[in-house]
């Protein structure tokens, strides 16, 4: 996804749950593409990628037990939130019209982008964490 250097556990636990849940709104939106070798290889990669963000998830709460690690992994989703949201792709991206016209993709990137956000921002507050600003459109 990102060439990021991971310098803790909370930092690796906060891109496998906000990180690889980016992967999964993407690979869900593949799951439903009319292009079948394309859904076929999304379906084959699901269990994966949920498994990672799930394993991230559950560890969040974990490594917010202590006052450092709440620090580092709120730190890691300042750092990491911004990125993801660029992820998604360009809100009047011309590529992702052609993808909605072939039925590659059924939704905008800005649609899948508030999909992300709406879970990230479940996931962080079960854990008392805050997501920093950041510009929902680019």
């Known amino acids: 996804m990102f060439d ?16 690889d849940l980016g992967e999964v709104v993407m690979v869900e939106e593949l799951a439903h593409c009319s292009y079948l070798p394309l859904r076929q290889l999304a379906l ?4 994966e990628e949920r498994f990672h963000a799930g394993f991230g998830r559950d560890q969040l709460p974990e490594v917010c037990r202590t006052p450092e690690g709440r620090a580092d992994a709120q730190r890691a989703i300042e750092d990491l939130f911004p990125l993801m949201l660029q992820f998604f792709g360009s809100s009047s991206s011309r ?24 879970r990230v921002v479940r996931l962080v507050e079960e854990v008392g964490l ?8 680019s």
């Open 4 to 19: 990021l250097s991971l310098r803790s556990w909370p930092e690796f636990v906060v891109n496998k749950a906000i990180g």
């Open 44 to 47: 084959k990669t699901m269990p």
């Open 95 to 118: 590529n992702n019209v052609v993808f909605r016209k072939w039925g590659i993709k059924r939704r905008t990137n800005d649609e899948m982008r508030a999909d992300y956000v709406e």
């Open 130 to 137: 805050r997501l920093p600003q950041a510009s929902l459109t």
